[in-house]
């Protein structure tokens, strides 16, 4: 699990970050896991879920393999994510606190620590 090693986690930390700011993409709230992500991310029909994802996981895949080329080969000839996605898509308010406390709280339920780093919804989502 590449993500377990902190320098690799706080990587994908920054890269995310960066992605969301540049591509404009809404995150409301985040959390890395040691071999996922957790997003929860906000659509829109002009840029559709397939589209975003597509746009993380190619740019941060793009930007690893760029910074870390030596792990392109301990990685499967440099596929740093699985194909495809899963998406549960939220239609009301209390779906959404459940997904929330979801992201929140998944480092925890998976005994890993917790660092604080992830962001979280609140009035505004970073980059904006």
Known sequence: ?????????????????????EHQILCLASEIMPTHLHLLLVE????????????????????????????????GGGHL????????????HRQFVNALRYIQTNRQRGGLEEDGTGFQASGQA???
Request: net charge positive; proline share 9%; glycine share 8%.
């Open 44 to 75: 829109f029909p002009d840029q559709p879920l397939s589209k975003t994802v597509r746009l993380i996981k190619g740019g941060s895949a793009h930007r690893f393999f760029q910074d870390f080329p030596l792990l392109r080969e301990d990685l």
């Open 81 to 92: 994510w699985n194909d495809g996605y899963d998406a549960v898509r939220i239609t009301s």
């Open 126 to 128: 970073p980059g904006f």
């Open 1 to 21: 699990p590449v993500f377990l090693a902190p320098e690799f986690d706080k990587w994908i930390r920054g890269s995310l970050l960066s992605i969301l700011r």
